[in-house]
């Protein structure tokens, strides 16, 4: 379904991305996990060509994604929406329109222009939001919204497109834990309810096992290991991030209880 | 999930409430349009009725002047490097009003600037009268007070450059206050705290925020400025735009030479754009460009 054959990406001298392969056969929720600059991100903005990659290829359904351009280019940027660890909604408009967003590949500019929207995707929108728990936040301006809530808007911006693949930027890293869990839950049942395919950059190990059918764990720009939860090990672990035998997976959670004190204690401590 | 709300809105009544205000404002805009529209078509058309001659008539010899000058110009084309040696003086003196006015007013600017700011200034109480000032100064067209230190002082370029240094000060005094609204006042309290007097606060907590934005309007305008030198040439204030005025003169058939002063302030802008956004990466990202 999905290939990534070799894809690099270099800003000047320094290569963030290096030769990064795998496959997806079917849908699947997929985990990213490694360091900060471990090149997580470029990986997902190449795969949107968000950003353009220096070498390699992105294959879907057969189609080599990488050499579009233009129109098809945009068409599959619809097909493979994103979401971004800050929300990336547009702070002044309501927010139905930033779900309504969504559908822009679809419209021309001059009914953008004039915001004429169908009503079916007005009714569709919010139904969306519905099913994320927040119309009533419809009328809002999304510079209104908590954190949680914008967040889900961005998921309900990305539903709005009918994509095939979700990309998810550190969804959750600017969100308290009871946020966190909200919009992650929301993924998986997107992703259970509707068959598409989720690839999400995550920074902690524990949501990664807790909701990805498959773990890819990246250093320094290189896939150092792709496998189910069950086979990241805490020994696999200290791989990805390079880290010493005082590693402990609980200190990095944001699950709420995950953390008692004795095990902060130690934490520290060690 | 966990807090979905259920405070008895449905969907539909949400979708419906929603879909009315959309309706309501598709109404405003549509509204909006139109009176815009009645107003551009009914306003130019009283503007065409007050023309002396017909816009409609006289658009089909719109480019009759301007491709009058360029067919002469490329005629004698052979002749353009000439043109240049001959008027480069006189582009220096242009360039040279303009470089000393943008220079004296960006000074000027800086100290009104910062008298004119909430929050910065000296004298709380007289930022209202610092501001007029600046609003006087912008007010006042450059061309006329040339023309009038010109009666005073005679031709020349003297008193090009303090029209257009006092015009200066009063546009660049009011973008460098907007820019120091932004400036955060952390470093300001932090000089404060040590006794520092309000120059050391301006000079060293204020001034290595804004800098970068100021250059950047001041190169702006030193564009601007080299503009209006070459216009104040035309009222006696001399170099190129003195040239220019003669040159350019219906049926002389100087427009080689018009043409080759044209290139000339072009290439001059070009270059003075360049080497700007050049100055202005190195101000905000430092020499090497790597802290991206």
């Not at chain 1, 390699?56 to 579009?68: M, Q, W, Y």
């Not at chain 2, 010109?150 to 206050?177: E, N, Q």
């Not at chain 2, 104040?232 to 735009?241: E, S, T």
Request: aromatic share 8%; net charge neutral.
């Amino acid at each position: 379904m999905l290939e990534i054959d070799h894809l690099t990406k270099r800003f000047g001298t320094k290569t963030a991305v290096q030769s990064a392969t795998f496959t997806v056969e079917k849908p699947a929720m997929i985990g990213i996990i490694g360091r900060s600059g471990a090149g997580k991100s470029t990986l997902l903005r190449m795969i949107n060509r968000l950003t353009a990659e220096t070498e390699g290829k992105i294959v879907f359904e057969g189609e080599d994604v990488t050499a579009l351009k233009g129109a098809s280019k945009r068409r599959w940027q619809s097909e493979c929406a994103m979401i971004f660890q800050q929300f990336n909604l547009v702070p002044r408009m309501d927010v139905v329109s930033n779900v309504l967003h969504g559908t822009l590949n679809r419209r021309s500019t001059f009914t953008t222009l004039f915001n004429l929207y169908p009503d079916d995707d007005i009714s569709q929108a919010i139904g969306i939001l519905d099913r994320l728990g927040i119309a009533e936040q419809a009328p809002k301006r999304a510079e209104a919204l908590s954190g949680g809530q914008q967040q889900r808007v961005a998921i309900a911006r990305a539903l709005m497109q009918d994509p095939k693949i979700i990309l998810a930027d550190e969804p959750i890293a600017s969100l308290d834990p009871m946020n966190a869990q909200v919009v992650m839950e929301a993924l998986r049942r997107i992703h259970e309810e509707d068959g598409r395919m989720i690839v999400a950059n995550l920074h902690t190990l524990d949501t990664a096992r807790r909701y990805c059918d498959r773990v890819i764990g990246m250093r320094d720009g290189k896939i150092v290991f792709d496998g189910t939860p069950e086979q990241l090990t805490t020994g696999a672990a200290r791989d990805i991030y390079g880290a010493g035998a005082d590693f402990s997976e609980a200190a990095t959670s944001t699950e709420i209880g995950a953390l008692d004190r004795a095990d902060a204690h130690a934490a520290v401590t060690a | 999930m966990a807090d979905i709300t259920s405070s008895g809105v449905t969907p539909q009544s949400i979708t419906e409430s929603y879909l009315q205000e959309i309706k309501r404002k598709r109404l405003y805009s549509g509204i909006t349009l139109v009176v815009f529209i009645l107003l551009m078509v009914s306003g130019f058309n009283l503007a065409a009725s007050r023309n002396g001659g017909s816009f409609w008539g006289g658009l089909s010899n719109f480019f009759d002047y301007p491709s009058e000058v360029v067919s002469e110009a490329a005629s004698k084309a052979s002749e353009l490097p000439a043109h240049f040696v001959t008027y480069f003086p006189a582009l220096v003196e242009t360039v040279n009003i303009a470089a000393v006015s943008t220079l004296i007013g960006a000074l000027l600017a800086t100290v009104l600037s910062l008298l004119a700011t909430r929050g910065l200034a000296r004298w709380p109480w007289a930022i209202g009268l610092v501001r007029r000032v600046l609003d006087i100064m912008r007010a006042v067209p450059d061309i006329v007070i040339a023309l009038i230190l010109i009666f005073i002082l005679g031709g020349g370029p003297v008193p090009a450059m303090i029209a257009i240094a006092f015009h200066t000060t009063g546009a660049l005094g009011k973008l460098f206050s907007e820019v120091n609204e932004n400036a955060d006042l952390k470093p300001v309290d932090g000089l404060k705290s040590v006794g520092a007097t309000w120059t050391q606060q301006m000079l060293l907590g204020v001034i290595p925020q804004v800098a970068p934005n100021w250059l950047s309007y001041t190169l702006l305008r030193f564009e601007i400025n080299i503009r209006a030198s070459a216009i104040l040439g035309f009222v006696g204030a001399g170099g190129l735009g003195y040239e220019l005025k003669n040159a350019i003169s219906w049926g002389q058939g100087r427009y080689d030479e018009a043409g080759a002063m044209f290139l000339m302030l072009f290439l001059t802008i070009v270059i003075v754009d360049q080497i700007s956004s050049a100055m202005r990466n190195r101000l905000t990202h430092g020499d090497g460009g790597l802290h991206a």
